[in-house]
Nanobody, 122 residues
Framework: QVTLVESGGGLVQAGGSLRLSCVASGRTFDIQGMGWFRQAPGMVREFITSITWNDWSGSSTYYADSVKGRFTISRDSAKNTMYLEMSDLKPEDTAVYYC????????????WGRGTQVTVSS
């Protein structure tokens, strides 16, 4: 079992920046990918970015078009922590942001965090 805990959400003005963190604990050696989803009120949960890794090709990242160029995902393996650097935030980025971990390179989502609220004011 893996537990994911997000932090770093808050209220920010449009154009501002935030950094979210997701700390993984438990059987973290099973994880081969992590990512972020978000869900705005009344909307479906939306995939925004992921990072996968293996011993022979390093890590790979992927971004949804809605955040490409503004958000950056990264990972500190020594700390079992994933980060989401968000810049040039827009009111439409307002949502609860969820951390997800996968045992199969993000082909499936095995573990979820409880989410952290990000609110962007105009």
């Amino acid at each position: 079992q893996v537990t994911l805990v997000e932090s770093g959400g808050g209220l920010v003005q449009a154009g501002g920046s935030l950094r979210l963190s997701c700390v993984a604990s438990g059987r973290t050696f099973d994880i081969q990918g992590m990512g972020w989803f978000r869900q705005a009120p009344g909307m479906v949960r939306e995939f925004i970015t992921s990072i996968t890794w293996n011993d022979w090709s390093g890590s790979s990242t992927y971004y949804a078009d809605s955040v490409k160029g503004r958000f950056t995902i990264s990972r500190d393996s020594a700390k079992n922590t994933m980060y989401l650097e968000m810049s040039d935030l827009k009111p439409e980025d307002t949502a609860v942001y969820y951390c997800v971990a996968s045992k199969d390179f993000m082909s499936q989502y095995d573990y979820w965090g409880r989410g952290t609220q990000v609110t962007v004011s105009s």
